[in-house]
């Protein structure tokens, strides 16, 4: 009962520290985070002395933390992804049809194959009114949009699947002057410009530019501004030494070796 009270008074605790705040909304996590430490340090002001008494009398934390995560077991769909708890979370594509070990924590999905470690997922959430969300990555699903491109037209995840509102509104802009076989490819093609070269911030910084100036994007003068492409860079041919070459390295060897075992002529001695 002292447990459940001390938790009910936190709770309205926050609430009111919320009404004061005028918006529940916050930047990050670690912000939300930092706000409840605050209102938590103030309440344990007041008990500090009790705390640093029952402190003293504490025993040392266990060796190994204990289990804060579920396991699960899934399968991945031919879609590329799979669903856990209303939320659909997508995983490289060559994991399709493989059985998955997830370790579900509050805030992350820890992803294994057998006792493969492969990928960690930040954890969605659904809906407040129990309509499924999406947690997507374009670079787990980019190969196979280049296979079939106009697939991005109608893809449920569609919005979840551009890493910056540039990309979202550059998708917009061309479906608003190009056709849509047009606009899907020349998107599809942007986005694996952003994952092949890395530079996904860099990119989208530049779409916005374009979307001020009232143009479209230019995938050429994209590319040879993000290069260097790897589909284009130089050969290296290494000139191997032909092996007969190293012979006279070992015959250079036994002479060095039979010059040190060679016996040096003794000196006369002096017999006067």
């Known amino acids: 009962g002292a447990i459940e009270s001390s938790h009910g008074h936190l709770k309205r605790a926050i609430a009111d520290a919320l009404l004061l705040r005028g918006t529940a909304d916050f930047d990050d ?126 893809l449920v995840y569609r919005d979840r699947l551009f890493p910056r509102d540039a990309y979202r509104k550059t998708f917009d802009r061309l479906r608003e002057r190009l056709p849509d076989k047009k606009a899907c490819r020349l998107m599809v093609d942007l986005l694996a410009l952003a994952h092949e070269r890395g530079c996904e911030a860099e990119l989208a910084g530049q779409l916005a530019a374009d979307l001020d100036a009232g143009q479209l994007p230019d995938l050429g003068r994209l590319r040879a501004q993000f290069a260097p492409d790897p589909a284009c860079m130089p050969q290296v041919v290494v000139q191997l030494a032909p092996l007969a070459s190293y012979e006279c390295l070992i015959g250079a060897g036994q002479i060095g070796d039979a010059a040190r075992t060679r016996p040096t002529p003794s000196t006369p001695r002096d017999t006067n």
């Open 29 to 154: 996590l670690a912000a939300y985070r930092g706000f409840i430490d605050e209102i938590v340090s103030r309440r344990n002001a007041r008990i500090a002395k009790r705390i640093d008494h029952e402190r003293a009398t504490l025993q040392a934390l266990p060796d190994r933390r204990t289990s804060d995560y579920e396991e699960v077991i899934v399968r991945v769909t031919s879609s590329g992804g799979f669903t856990l708890r209303k939320v659909f979370y997508t995983v490289p594509s060559r994991l399709i049809g493989h059985q998955l070990r997830v370790r579900l924590y509050d805030d992350r999905l820890d992803v294994f194959v057998g006792g493969t470690h492969l990928v960690i997922l930040p954890r969605g959430r659904p809906y407040p009114n129990g309509k499924h969300d999406q947690v997507v990555d374009y670079r787990h699903v980019i190969h196979s949009l280049r296979r079939k491109p106009m697939a991005l037209l109608n």
